[in-house]
Structures are given as C-alpha cells and as structure tokens.
T-cell receptor, first 113, second 110 residues
Framework: DTAVSQTPKYLVTQMGNDKSIKCEQNLGHDTMYWYKQDSKKFLKIMFSYNNKELIINETVPNRFSPKSPDKAHLNLHINSLELGDSAVYFC????????????FGNGTRLTVT | GENVEQHPSTLSVQEGDSAVIKCTYSDSASNYFPWYKQELGKRPQLIIDIRSNVGEKKDQRIAVTLNKTAKHFSLHITETQPEDSAVYFCAASGYSTLTFGKGTMLLVSP
C-alpha cells in the first residue's frame, strides 16, 4: 500500500531513445510533482500539476513531457535521451499547494549510455 | 522565485555530539519549512516541519527553529547516533512549490 509509487525503479537506455516513467499516488492529493536529483544530490523541481493541470514548468527541455490523465497519476515521458539526463527522478505529491509536506516516491534511477 | 541556501555541505561529528544545519530563504511569502532526511539509495523522508506562525518545534532529539525576520531556519540534532548519518535537506514553500537547499551530508562516527 505504498502511498506514492513510481515505475520502473531502474532504467538503463541508450542515447536517442524515448522512455517513460509512471507515477501513481493513493493519498487523495491534488498536487503532484516531478523532481530531478543529480549526482550532487541537488533536488530540482521540474513540473507540478494540480488537479491534472500544469501549474509549474521550470526550465526543462521540451524533450520532457509530463502527462496527468487524472489527479492520481503523473507520468513523465522523455524523448531523445541525452547523457545529461542521467539522474534519479522522484515523483511526489502533497495535499495543499503550499503548507503541507511532500510525499516522495522511491525514485527512478535513469542511466543513459 | 524562492532561493534556499543551506550550510554546511558536509558535517562530521562524533556520536553523542550535537549537529546544527542552517538554511536561509529569500521569499518573505514562504510560510512552510520542512526538513527531509535521505539515506543512501532511498527517497527523502520528512523528519520535522515548521510553519511560519511558530518559532520553534521539537520532536525528541530533533528541533527546528525559525526566524522570520532574518529569513533563516535551523535543524538541531542532539545526542547524534550513527544511524543519523544521511543527507539532510531543508526546504521552503512559497505559493505552490517546495524549493530545496542543496543538502548537508551528516556523518556520525561511533
């Protein structure tokens, strides 16, 4: 009964490929996020969706396209993968916009070779 | 947007000592300040949080203080144990996003 679950846990692929990461939360939260954690451990916001609508899109290449079919799901599709995309991607959710904790998924370690 | 600075980047202490990690934020509208602990290969997990209407909060060996005027907040861990070794992140929440500091790697030696 994991609260925020993302798949796959590991993803190894070659440059130029297209891949997707899926995320689902069963907490009833309205807001979902994608964060990227690079090799230096820095957690950087990529996207935020509230009730299926995009509310934050940081400076992320348009090769990254989030999709939210409903408020419990936020998937991340990445086109034309590059070496610099290698990182751990965390999905997260929270119940209100600004004063409640984030609940993180277990992360997807993406390695681009 | 919000900018969160966190210091130090690494902190080594002996078991039983106290550890203090400090953060500053830039957006005076931020009103929620959580702290996360991330063990190697795992997800960040909330350990304590504080809202802007409170100056201090304590939970067993962990405490957080907030100075809204100076826009800084700190994490205090007393009687550190080897299992406290991890990366700790502070964060500040503005309108709709949580902005993280760059993390502090805490190493507690037995």
């Amino acid at each position: 009964d994991t609260a925020v679950s993302q798949t796959p846990k590991y993803l190894v692929t070659q440059m130029g490929n297209d891949k997707s990461i899926k995320c689902e939360q069963n907490l009833g939260h309205d807001t979902m996020y994608w964060y990227k954690q690079d090799s230096k451990k820095f957690l950087k916001i990529m996207f935020s969706y509230n009730n299926k609508e995009l509310i934050i899109n940081e400076t992320v290449p348009n090769r990254f396209s989030p999709k939210s079919p409903d408020k419990a799901h936020l998937n991340l599709h990445i086109n034309s993968l590059e070496l610099g995309d290698s990182a751990v991607y965390f999905c997260a959710s929270r119940s209100e916009p600004n004063n409640s904790p984030l609940h993180f998924g277990n992360g997807t370690r993406l390695t681009v070779t | 947007g919000e900018n969160v600075e966190q210091h130090p980047s690494t902190l080594s202490v002996q078991e039983g000592d106290s550890a203090v990690i400090k953060c500053t934020y830039s957006d005076s509208a931020s009103n929620y300040f959580p702290w996360y602990k991330q063990e190697l290969g795992k997800r960040p997990q909330l350990i304590i949080d504080i809202r802007s209407n409170v100056g201090e909060k304590k939970d067993q060996r962990i405490a957080v203080t907030l100075n809204k005027t100076a826009k800084h907040f700190s994490l205090h861990i007393t009687e550190t144990q080897p299992e406290d070794s991890a990366v700790y992140f502070c964060a500040a929440s503005g309108y709709s996003t949580l902005t993280f500091g760059k993390g502090t790697m805490l190493l507690v030696s037995p």
